[in-house]
């Protein structure tokens, strides 16, 4: 048992899989959502029932409806909550951590508007007084409730918290790597949900598992460059974090962004489809910024375009795959 207690920010599916994954492991662990009702019915029923339901709490994890409170129980917190609010929870923690206080996260994504990775978001609302730590891999919120085998990393430029991090999370079913990476971690976890609405899009329209394997391999060189000209590491983006989110999320159903590509290709539209998978998916807010990063770094990025012109340009999905087939012939190494 770690001598202090470790505290889990979001309580969606992702937050609700790590708090049991972090207690299973004997952590003292507290779970915080930002709506104090819905936090009611959590510590009421003893799991949570919209989200992640069949998975009981176990008495070593405990739900706290109070911000402040559920900070000041412990030295770690681990933030779980989508892209879109990083900044606004950042900035309501800031006046309330300890001096010794470590963060990570395990939200993926860019922010919306400013196109920023959530490590620059950090520094921007925190400085550089607290350990920062990002947590990602090919992970499904379900898989890891259940205590299915899962791997992942966790990536800081601190190697005591990343460590301690990692500590806390391996064990029984999950086997946790270390990295110093970050870029490279965030950048797998981030463009493999635009490349996940792609494959849902092939298979949606019945193209065939030969269709899939090359969408997935060449929205791997799309990631892959983007990576060196961001100064990632090509054996993070070859690792869990990269390579193997990226296969996770393009072939399982359990991928909200490989659902609603799946949706659009099968010609449901697009505020229905999002609308029936009724939570956050991330590649449809991140999109445009991945696509302001190629151009940012001048790196071409087809199949990202294309996804976005399906999204917001009323492409239609038959059209979009017609555009990538009409590319030039050139060498693979070149993209």
């Avoid at 599916?13 to 009611?40: D, I, Q, V």
């Amino acid at each position: 048992m770690h001598s202090r207690a470790i505290t889990v920010l979001g309580a969606g599916s992702w937050g609700t899989a790590l708090a049991l994954r972090l207690a299973a492991n004997n952590n003292a662990t507290c779970l915080w959502g930002h709506e104090p009702a819905f936090m009611e019915t959590l510590s009421r029923e003893r799991q949570n029932s919209q989200f992640l339901p069949g998975y009981p709490f176990p008495d070593n994890l405990t739900i706290e409806p109070g911000l402040a409170q559920a900070v000041a129980t412990s030295r770690d917190l681990l933030m779980a909550v989508p892209s879109h609010a990083f900044r606004e929870v950042l900035t309501a923690l800031a006046p309330l951590l300890n001096p010794d206080t470590r963060i990570a996260w395990a939200t993926k994504g860019l922010e919306y508007g400013s196109g920023k990775f959530m490590s620059e978001v950090f520094e921007e609302v925190l400085g550089s007084r607290y350990p920062a730590a990002v947590v990602s891999g090919p992970t499904f919120a379900r898989e890891v409730a259940a205590g299915l085998p899962t791997a992942v990393t966790v990536a800081s430029n601190n190697p005591v918290f990343a460590n301690d991090m990692a500590s806390r999370l391996h064990g029984g079913s999950m086997r946790v790597y270390t990295s110093d990476d970050m870029a490279g971690v965030q950048l797998g976890g981030t463009v493999k949900n635009v490349l996940a609405i792609a494959s849902g899009i092939t298979d949606g329209l019945q193209l065939g598992a030969n269709s899939r394997a090359a969408l997935i391999t060449r929205g791997l060189a799309e990631v892959i460059r983007l990576g060196d000209a961001m100064g990632a590491r090509r054996e993070t983006l070859m690792g869990l974090a990269g390579v193997g989110d990226l296969i996770l999320t393009c072939t399982d159903d359990l991928s909200r962004n490989r659902r609603l590509g799946l949706a659009l290709g099968r010609g449901t539209g697009l505020e229905v489809a999002l609308q029936e998978i009724g939570q956050v998916v991330e590649g449809f807010n991140t999109a445009g910024e991945v696509l302001q990063l190629a151009k940012k770094y001048k790196v071409d990025m087809p199949i990202s375009e294309q996804v976005y012109r399906v999204l917001y340009d009323q492409l239609s999905p038959a059209d979009a795959v017609r555009n990538l087939l009409a590319r030039e012939v050139k060498p693979e190494s070149v993209g």
